[in-house]
């Protein structure tokens, strides 16, 4: 990979030694590197009233997404991952409200998690949920493995043949976060379950009554960002969400703050030649952790999941300076 790898400091206010290069500095930084170094009109996304959260729409996300990644395959080095990935958000849009949802926790118990800063989906939430074993089930049965890996395959029988107890423990560790590494082929189709059910039932929160719970913490389902993303919606244009691994909300995210450690100090982010420049990633210096951070603002179509796969050329190069990914890809687990 000839990586052309280039640093481009936050639209913060830089020293004044910056803005005055000697002329020993090369090369010159790129005419969209200069306008980054402006005032930002991208700040004022923050200092408005922008909503909170937006949810998901989970009779567009998964279709949208395996669009972008039928998009984004051709011609790529990781083609035949991005092909499987769009045969799995296939899947998960065409059991996407074919199973009943369990009706929402009562009010009383909203409120309790609320008052305790948790948010309203729960493991509680997924253990009394009967149907989500039905749309995994229905998910293993609608995804096209024709050109999967054989690794898929296997996975697929295997859960087939677990008992449905089994199954269940699979889909906590991961909602949890602590996917067992020996199950990992598993956990991708566990996952995708898992995004649709939560999808549906994050869909059906009242937004006025969430709120934040940490930084870098889902306030819907309590999971982890894939990806920050600023966006193009009105009236948020230009302010920053952080997407949901699992339940695919967005909620917003102070800009030029680090996703895992809240620091405010030594975030940069950097793009690659070989990615699209509106792809890059936020490191922060303070804990060493890097998220992906999509302009979809200048490019509607970038999604987060698919986004995160297809600029896999970043984390390879970012791992090189020694930083460690923040954001969890639970269709591409690295
Ligand atoms: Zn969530
Ligand atoms: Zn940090």
Same mark, same amino acid.
């Given at each position: 990979?000839?990586?052309?790898?280039?640093?481009?400091?936050?639209?913060?206010?830089?020293?004044?030694?910056?803005?005055?290069?000697?002329?020993?500095?090369?090369?010159?930084?790129?005419?969209?590197?200069?306008?980054?170094?402006?005032?930002?009109?991208?700040?004022?996304?923050?200092?408005?009233?922008?909503?909170?959260?937006?949810?998901?729409?989970?009779?567009?996300?998964?279709?949208?997404?395996?669009?972008?990644?039928?998009?984004?395959?051709?011609?790529?080095?990781?083609?035949?991952?991005?092909?499987?990935?769009?045969?799995?958000?296939?899947? !998960? %849009? @065409?059991?996407?409200?074919?199973? +009943? *949802?369990? #009706?929402?926790? $009562? /009010?009383?118990?909203?409120?309790?998690?609320?008052?305790?800063?948790?948010?309203?989906?729960?493991?509680?939430?997924?253990?009394?949920?009967?149907?989500?074993?039905?749309?995994?089930?229905?998910?293993?049965?609608?995804?096209?493995?024709?050109?999967?890996?054989?690794?898929?395959?296997?996975?697929?029988?295997?859960?087939?043949?677990?008992?449905?107890?089994?199954?269940?423990?699979?889909?906590?560790?991961?909602?949890?976060?602590?996917?067992?590494?020996?199950?990992?082929?598993?956990?991708?189709?566990?996952?995708?379950?898992?995004?649709?059910?939560?999808?549906? !039932? %994050? @869909?059906?929160?009242?937004?006025? +009554? *969430?709120? #934040?719970?940490? $930084? /870098?913490?889902?306030?819907?389902?309590?999971?982890?960002?894939?990806?920050?993303?600023?966006?193009?919606?009105?009236?948020?244009?230009?302010?920053?969400?952080?997407?949901?691994?699992?339940?695919?909300?967005?909620?917003?995210?102070?800009?030029?703050?680090?996703?895992?450690?809240?620091?405010?100090?030594?975030?940069?982010?950097?793009?690659?030649?070989?990615?699209?420049?509106?792809?890059?990633?936020?490191?922060?210096?303070?804990?060493?952790?890097?998220?992906?951070?999509?302009?979809?603002?200048?490019?509607?179509?970038?999604?987060?999941?698919?986004?995160?796969?297809?600029?896999?050329?970043?984390?390879?190069?970012?791992?090189?300076?020694?930083?460690?990914?923040?954001?969890?890809?639970?269709?591409?687990?690295?």
């Amino acid at each position: 990979m000839v990586a052309n790898f280039f640093r481009r400091k936050p639209a913060a206010p830089a020293p004044a030694a910056d803005k005055t290069p000697t002329p020993a500095e090369a090369p010159k930084p790129r005419r969209r590197d200069f306008n980054e170094l402006k005032p930002d009109p991208d700040k004022i996304g923050i200092s408005g009233s922008v909503p909170f959260v937006r949810l998901p729409d989970p009779t567009t996300l998964f279709a949208d997404r395996a669009a972008r990644l039928d998009e984004a395959a051709p011609g790529h080095p990781l083609e035949a991952y991005l092909r499987f990935v769009a045969e799995v958000a296939r899947a !998960q %849009a @065409a059991i996407q409200a074919q199973v +009943a *949802l369990p #009706p929402p926790p $009562d /009010g009383a118990d909203l409120a309790l998690r609320s008052e305790h800063g948790m948010p309203p989906l729960s493991r509680h939430s997924l253990e009394a949920d009967p149907g989500f074993d039905e749309s995994l089930l229905a998910l293993l049965d609608a995804v096209n493995l024709t050109t999967a890996p054989e690794a898929s395959a296997a996975a697929r029988a295997s859960l087939r043949a677990a008992s449905r107890e089994d199954r269940l423990d699979l889909a906590l560790q991961v909602f949890e976060g602590a996917l067992p590494v020996d199950r990992i082929a598993e956990c991708v189709f566990v996952s995708a379950a898992l995004q649709v059910r939560l999808a549906e !039932q %994050a @869909a059906r929160l009242d937004t006025k +009554a *969430l709120k #934040p719970v940490a $930084d /870098g913490v889902c306030p819907c389902c309590g999971g982890a960002p894939v990806a920050s993303v600023v966006v193009g919606w009105t009236p948020a244009d230009k302010a920053r969400y952080l997407s949901c691994s699992l339940c695919g909300t967005y909620w917003n995210h102070v800009r030029i703050r680090c996703t895992a450690c809240g620091s405010g100090e030594g975030i940069s982010y950097y793009g690659l030649d070989e990615v699209s420049k509106d792809v890059q990633v936020e490191t922060c210096t303070t804990c060493h952790s890097y998220i992906k951070h999509l302009h979809q603002h200048r490019a509607p179509n970038l999604d987060p999941v698919a986004d995160d796969i297809a600029s896999y050329g970043l984390d390879l190069k970012i791992a090189e300076e020694g930083f460690r990914r923040a954001g969890l890809n639970l269709l591409f687990v690295i």
